[in-house]
């Protein structure tokens, strides 16, 4: 039962265009919600996260829009550059930060120049 | 800040033996740490969660007698594979929290192959 999903395992993107990773979850009681980034053979890295409280949160080329309703995230990275080519991971979490995250299976992006 | 990191990055070792990997939290304390596996082209898979000072909480389907995890310390936890076998090569990696904290850090990783 996979409660984070990302249901495109690869994307492809030319250089300078918008990439949107999309994600979506079913259990309700997440609350914050988190996206990594990780090239092979290398542990993820955090990159933008958002709390339930919010439907938006940017930073630089990275934004993460959050429909609580929907239960659906998504992260755009724009303008899109070779670099951001890598593995993104969608993390949930319930309030309670005692509890794990809950990782997606992942999007693979790949930014052609 | 927020520096994790993990030794060795990768490890060969012969079927039969047992294998020690380290995860330090290099400028925060971490009182949680987690250890994930990942193989190929598939997702993280959390394995276990530790709190230092106490027993680390496995996911459901891990063998605790053969994945060891210990968290001594604020710095410091260790996995230990125990008579590995090659179904156990993959790429295990670590993350910490500190207290209070949502986010988890995460280390290099480090890639285990088992002949």
């Known amino acids: 039962d996979q409660q984070v999903k990302q249901n495109s395992p690869s994307l492809s993107v030319q250089e300078g265009r918008i990439s949107i990773l999309n994600c979506d979850y079913t259990n309700s009681m997440f609350d914050y919600f988190l996206w990594y980034k990780k090239y092979p053979a290398e542990g993820p890295t955090f990159l933008i996260s958002i709390s339930s409280i919010k439907d938006k949160n940017e930073d630089g080329r990275f934004t993460v829009f959050l429909n609580k309703s929907a239960k659906h995230l998504s992260l755009h990275i724009v303008p899109s550059q070779p670099g951001d080519s890598a593995v993104y991971f969608c993390?949930?979490?319930?309030?309670?930060?005692?509890?794990?995250?809950?990782f997606g299976p992942g999007t693979r992006l790949s930014v052609l120049p | 800040g927020a520096v994790v990191s993990q030794h060795p990055s990768w490890v060969i070792c012969k079927s039969g033996t047992s294998v020690k990997i380290e995860c330090r939290s290099l400028d925060f304390q971490a009182t949680t740490m987690f250890w994930y596996r990942q193989f190929p082209k598939q997702s993280l898979m959390l394995m276990a969660t530790?709190?230092?000072?106490?027993?680390?909480?496995?996911e459901q389907g891990v063998e605790k007698d053969k994945f060891l995890i210990n968290h001594a310390s604020l710095t410091l936890s260790t996995l230990t594979v125990t008579s590995a076998h090659p179904e156990d090569s993959s790429f295990y990696i670590c993350?910490?929290?500190?207290?209070?904290?949502?986010?988890?850090?995460f280390g290099p990783g480090t890639r285990l192959t088992v002949l």
């Open positions: 993390a949930a979490t319930p309030r309670n930060y005692g509890q794990n995250f809950v």
């Open positions: 993350s910490a929290r500190d207290w209070g904290g949502a986010e988890q850090f």
């Open positions: 530790s709190n230092e000072g106490s027993k680390a909480t496995y």
